[in-house]
Every structure is written in C-alpha cells, then in structure tokens.
C-alpha cells in the first residue's frame, strides 16, 4: 500500500502526461513552474513603495537637513504600527517652496522612502493640487467627498505642487477643508510650492496660509533649475 502511495504523482494516463509535458515545453505548466520559480524573499516595505513613487523619484534621498530631522522626528515620534512596528500618528509637517526644478518633489519622495528605509510602517498618498481638484470634480458614479476624506485621514499625505493651479471658490473651499482636517488632526502633511509667502496668502487665501504658517515647518530650497542644468 505504501508503494502505491508513493507512485501516485506518476501512474497518470498518457493524455495528461502529454498534456503536462505540452505545457512545460511552453513554459507554463507546473513542471515549467517548479523550475522557474524565483527563490522567494520577503518583500520590504521599502519595495512596495518604489512601484508606487513616480520613476523619476524612485531613488530620491531626501539629504536636506530640515527633510532628515523632519523624518527622524516623524519616525521617533510614532506610536506603534502593525506587528509592533513603528508607525505614525501626530507630527509636525513640512512646507518644501522655491522656483521650478530645485528639488521640492524630490526631497518630498526622498522624506516618504527616507521613512520607509527605517521601518516606520505607514499608509500614504501623493497627489499634485492640480490632480486632487481634476479628482475630486463632481462627476456620476464617484464619491468625491469619500475620496476627500480618505485623503484628509490618511497618516502621511504629500501635496504637491499647492497654488500652482488655477483656483476658483470650489479649488480655495476644497483645499481649505483638506488642510484644515490635517491642521486639527496633527496629521503629517508634506507640500511644496513654487509660491513664496506672501503670494501663498493671495492665492490660497488667508485662512489656508495661516494654518500652514502654523502646523509647518518651511524649507526652502534656491539654486539653479536642476532640469536645465542636466541637459547642459
Ligand atoms: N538632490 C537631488 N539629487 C539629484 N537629483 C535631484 C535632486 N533634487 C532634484 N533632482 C532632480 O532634479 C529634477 C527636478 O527636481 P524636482 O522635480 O524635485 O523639482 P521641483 O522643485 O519639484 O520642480 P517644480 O517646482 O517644477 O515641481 C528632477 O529630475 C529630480 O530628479
Ligand atoms: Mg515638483
């Protein structure tokens, strides 16, 4: 009975075994699998995020110092996350400004992976200012309001690029709701902007300005436009 037990996987009739070797000559059938199979490692956290981050800030290093001390910070300040991992809650946020191409976008991917790297589980999001209002206008069969406050909870959200759209009433009430929850929340935020202060006030009005004065700390980035100076 044991032999028999022992030859079952082979004692297959012809049309099987010619439909095992069939497939294992295309590369697909669980023969071809054994044997390609890639030896399993565990995928980190830090792997997961690169397929979501944009490639061209897929190796971004977030090297400033207000950006390091911004994710130590972050990541020494966390309550615990899953499987006793650390995660994060409260925290102060970032406002990363300067002119086009200093590196804003960059060191914002280069704080989440920064991050990441250190073990500190986290959900997060992305999303330019320009994308949240095409995202969130009202059409059928969406729930923008449930995607606003997805974005409004989620424990680290990077704005990018805020004031660099046009704004209307709606764009102002919308981002003001936005920034509003995650100033009363303590949520840590990361935006960037091309605007200097004063012009943040005008074109985001004062109510989001203020908040942002108050729940930010500003980095500003100068220098050349780092595109240009690459193709050069
Ligand atoms: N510290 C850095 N090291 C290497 N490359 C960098 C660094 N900072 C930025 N870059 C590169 O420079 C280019 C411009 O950077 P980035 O897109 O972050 O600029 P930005 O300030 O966000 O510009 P914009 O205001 O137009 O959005 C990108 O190709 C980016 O990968
Ligand atoms: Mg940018």
Do not use: A, H, L, S
């Given at each position: 009975m044991t032999a028999t037990l022992t030859d079952a996987p082979n004692r297959r009739g012809p049309i099987p075994r010619r439909l095992d070797a069939i497939l294992a000559a295309r590369g697909i059938g669980p023969a071809a699998v054994g044997t390609q199979e890639p030896p399993s490692e565990p995928v980190t956290a830090l792997e997961l995020a690169d397929a979501r981050i944009p490639a061209r800030y897929r190796k971004a290093l977030g090297n400033h110092p207000q950006v390091t001390a911004w994710a130590e910070a972050i990541a020494a300040a966390g309550a615990p996350g899953p499987g006793s991992a650390p995660g994060i809650a409260e925290g102060p946020s970032l406002l990363i400004a300067g002119?086009?191409?200093?590196?804003k976008t960059h060191q914002a991917y280069g704080a989440i992976r920064t991050l990441l790297a250190a073990g500190v589980r986290l959900r997060w999001e992305a999303v330019t200012a320009a994308d949240l209002y095409a995202r969130l206008r009202p059409r059928s069969g969406h729930d923008a309001e449930r995607d606003l406050q997805s974005l409004a909870r989620c424990p680290l959200l990077l704005l990018d690029d805020l004031g660099a759209a046009r704004t209307s009433e709606w764009t102002e009430e919308l981002t003001y709701r936005l920034i509003n929850h995650r100033y009363e929340h303590l949520r840590p935020t990361l935006i960037t902007t091309n605007l200097p202060t004063d012009a943040l006030r005008t074109t985001l009005g004062d109510r989001i300005a203020s908040r942002l004065a108050e729940m930010t700390e500003r980095v500003i980035l100068t220098g050349p436009d780092r595109r240009r100076r690459t193709q050069a």
């Open positions: 002119p086009t191409g200093t590196g």
